[in-house]
């Protein structure tokens, strides 16, 4: 089983999180707020990704260091996990609607980190969540992943279910990027030899 433990404490958060790249989509997320729980849930349901989410942040202040550690959390635990990639797709892409939004997302686990962010989210916040943190979230993420990721929206109005619809897309997509070609297994997707 690809799985991988981090735990990340800093003077803003203390985050323990466990992933498991082979799992069933179990989630058990406690992250102290509500909309960034549902996303991390969804988020593990639509990948089979397995997810323990543990943090305790500054929420009193607002919720940009919840969000962007637990990017970064979990994005070292996707680049533990995948561990050398060998044998492994390392590309996956996804065209997901969402009721009336369409988010397209395409993942490259090349060993180099890039967002390239295009959701026009149009309220500030989704409840009490800022929804500019949604991309802080990603950007956490890739640079710690060490992947190349695109998220696109072709249409939607809902910031709900657009942030919504991001959060599926990147999961299928990553999904399908750190699937095992049997017949591959011992190569390293790369004319390089390594990423």
Known sequence: MRQAHVVRNTAETAIDLTLCLDGRGTAAISTG?????????LFAKHGR????????????????HTAEDIGIALGQAFAKAVGDKR?????????LPMDESLILSAVDLSGRCGLYYELDIPTEKVGTFDTELVEEFW?????????????RQLAGTNAHH?????????????????TVEAAF???????????
Do not use: N
């Open 33 to 41: 707020c509500g909309f960034l729980d549902h996303m991390l849930t």
């Open 49 to 64: 990704f397995d997810l323990s989410v543990a943090c305790q942040g500054d929420t009193q202040v607002d919720f940009h």
């Open 87 to 95: 044998g492994i797709v390392r590309y996956g892409s996804m065209m």
């Open 139 to 151: 950007w956490g993420f890739v640079r710690q992943a060490a992947c190349t990721l695109h998220i």
């Open 162 to 178: 657009i942030i919504e619809g991001a959060y599926k897309s990147v999961a299928r997509s990553l999904r399908a990027a750190v």
């Open 185 to 195: 297994a011992d190569e390293i997707p790369s004319t390089k030899g390594v990423l």
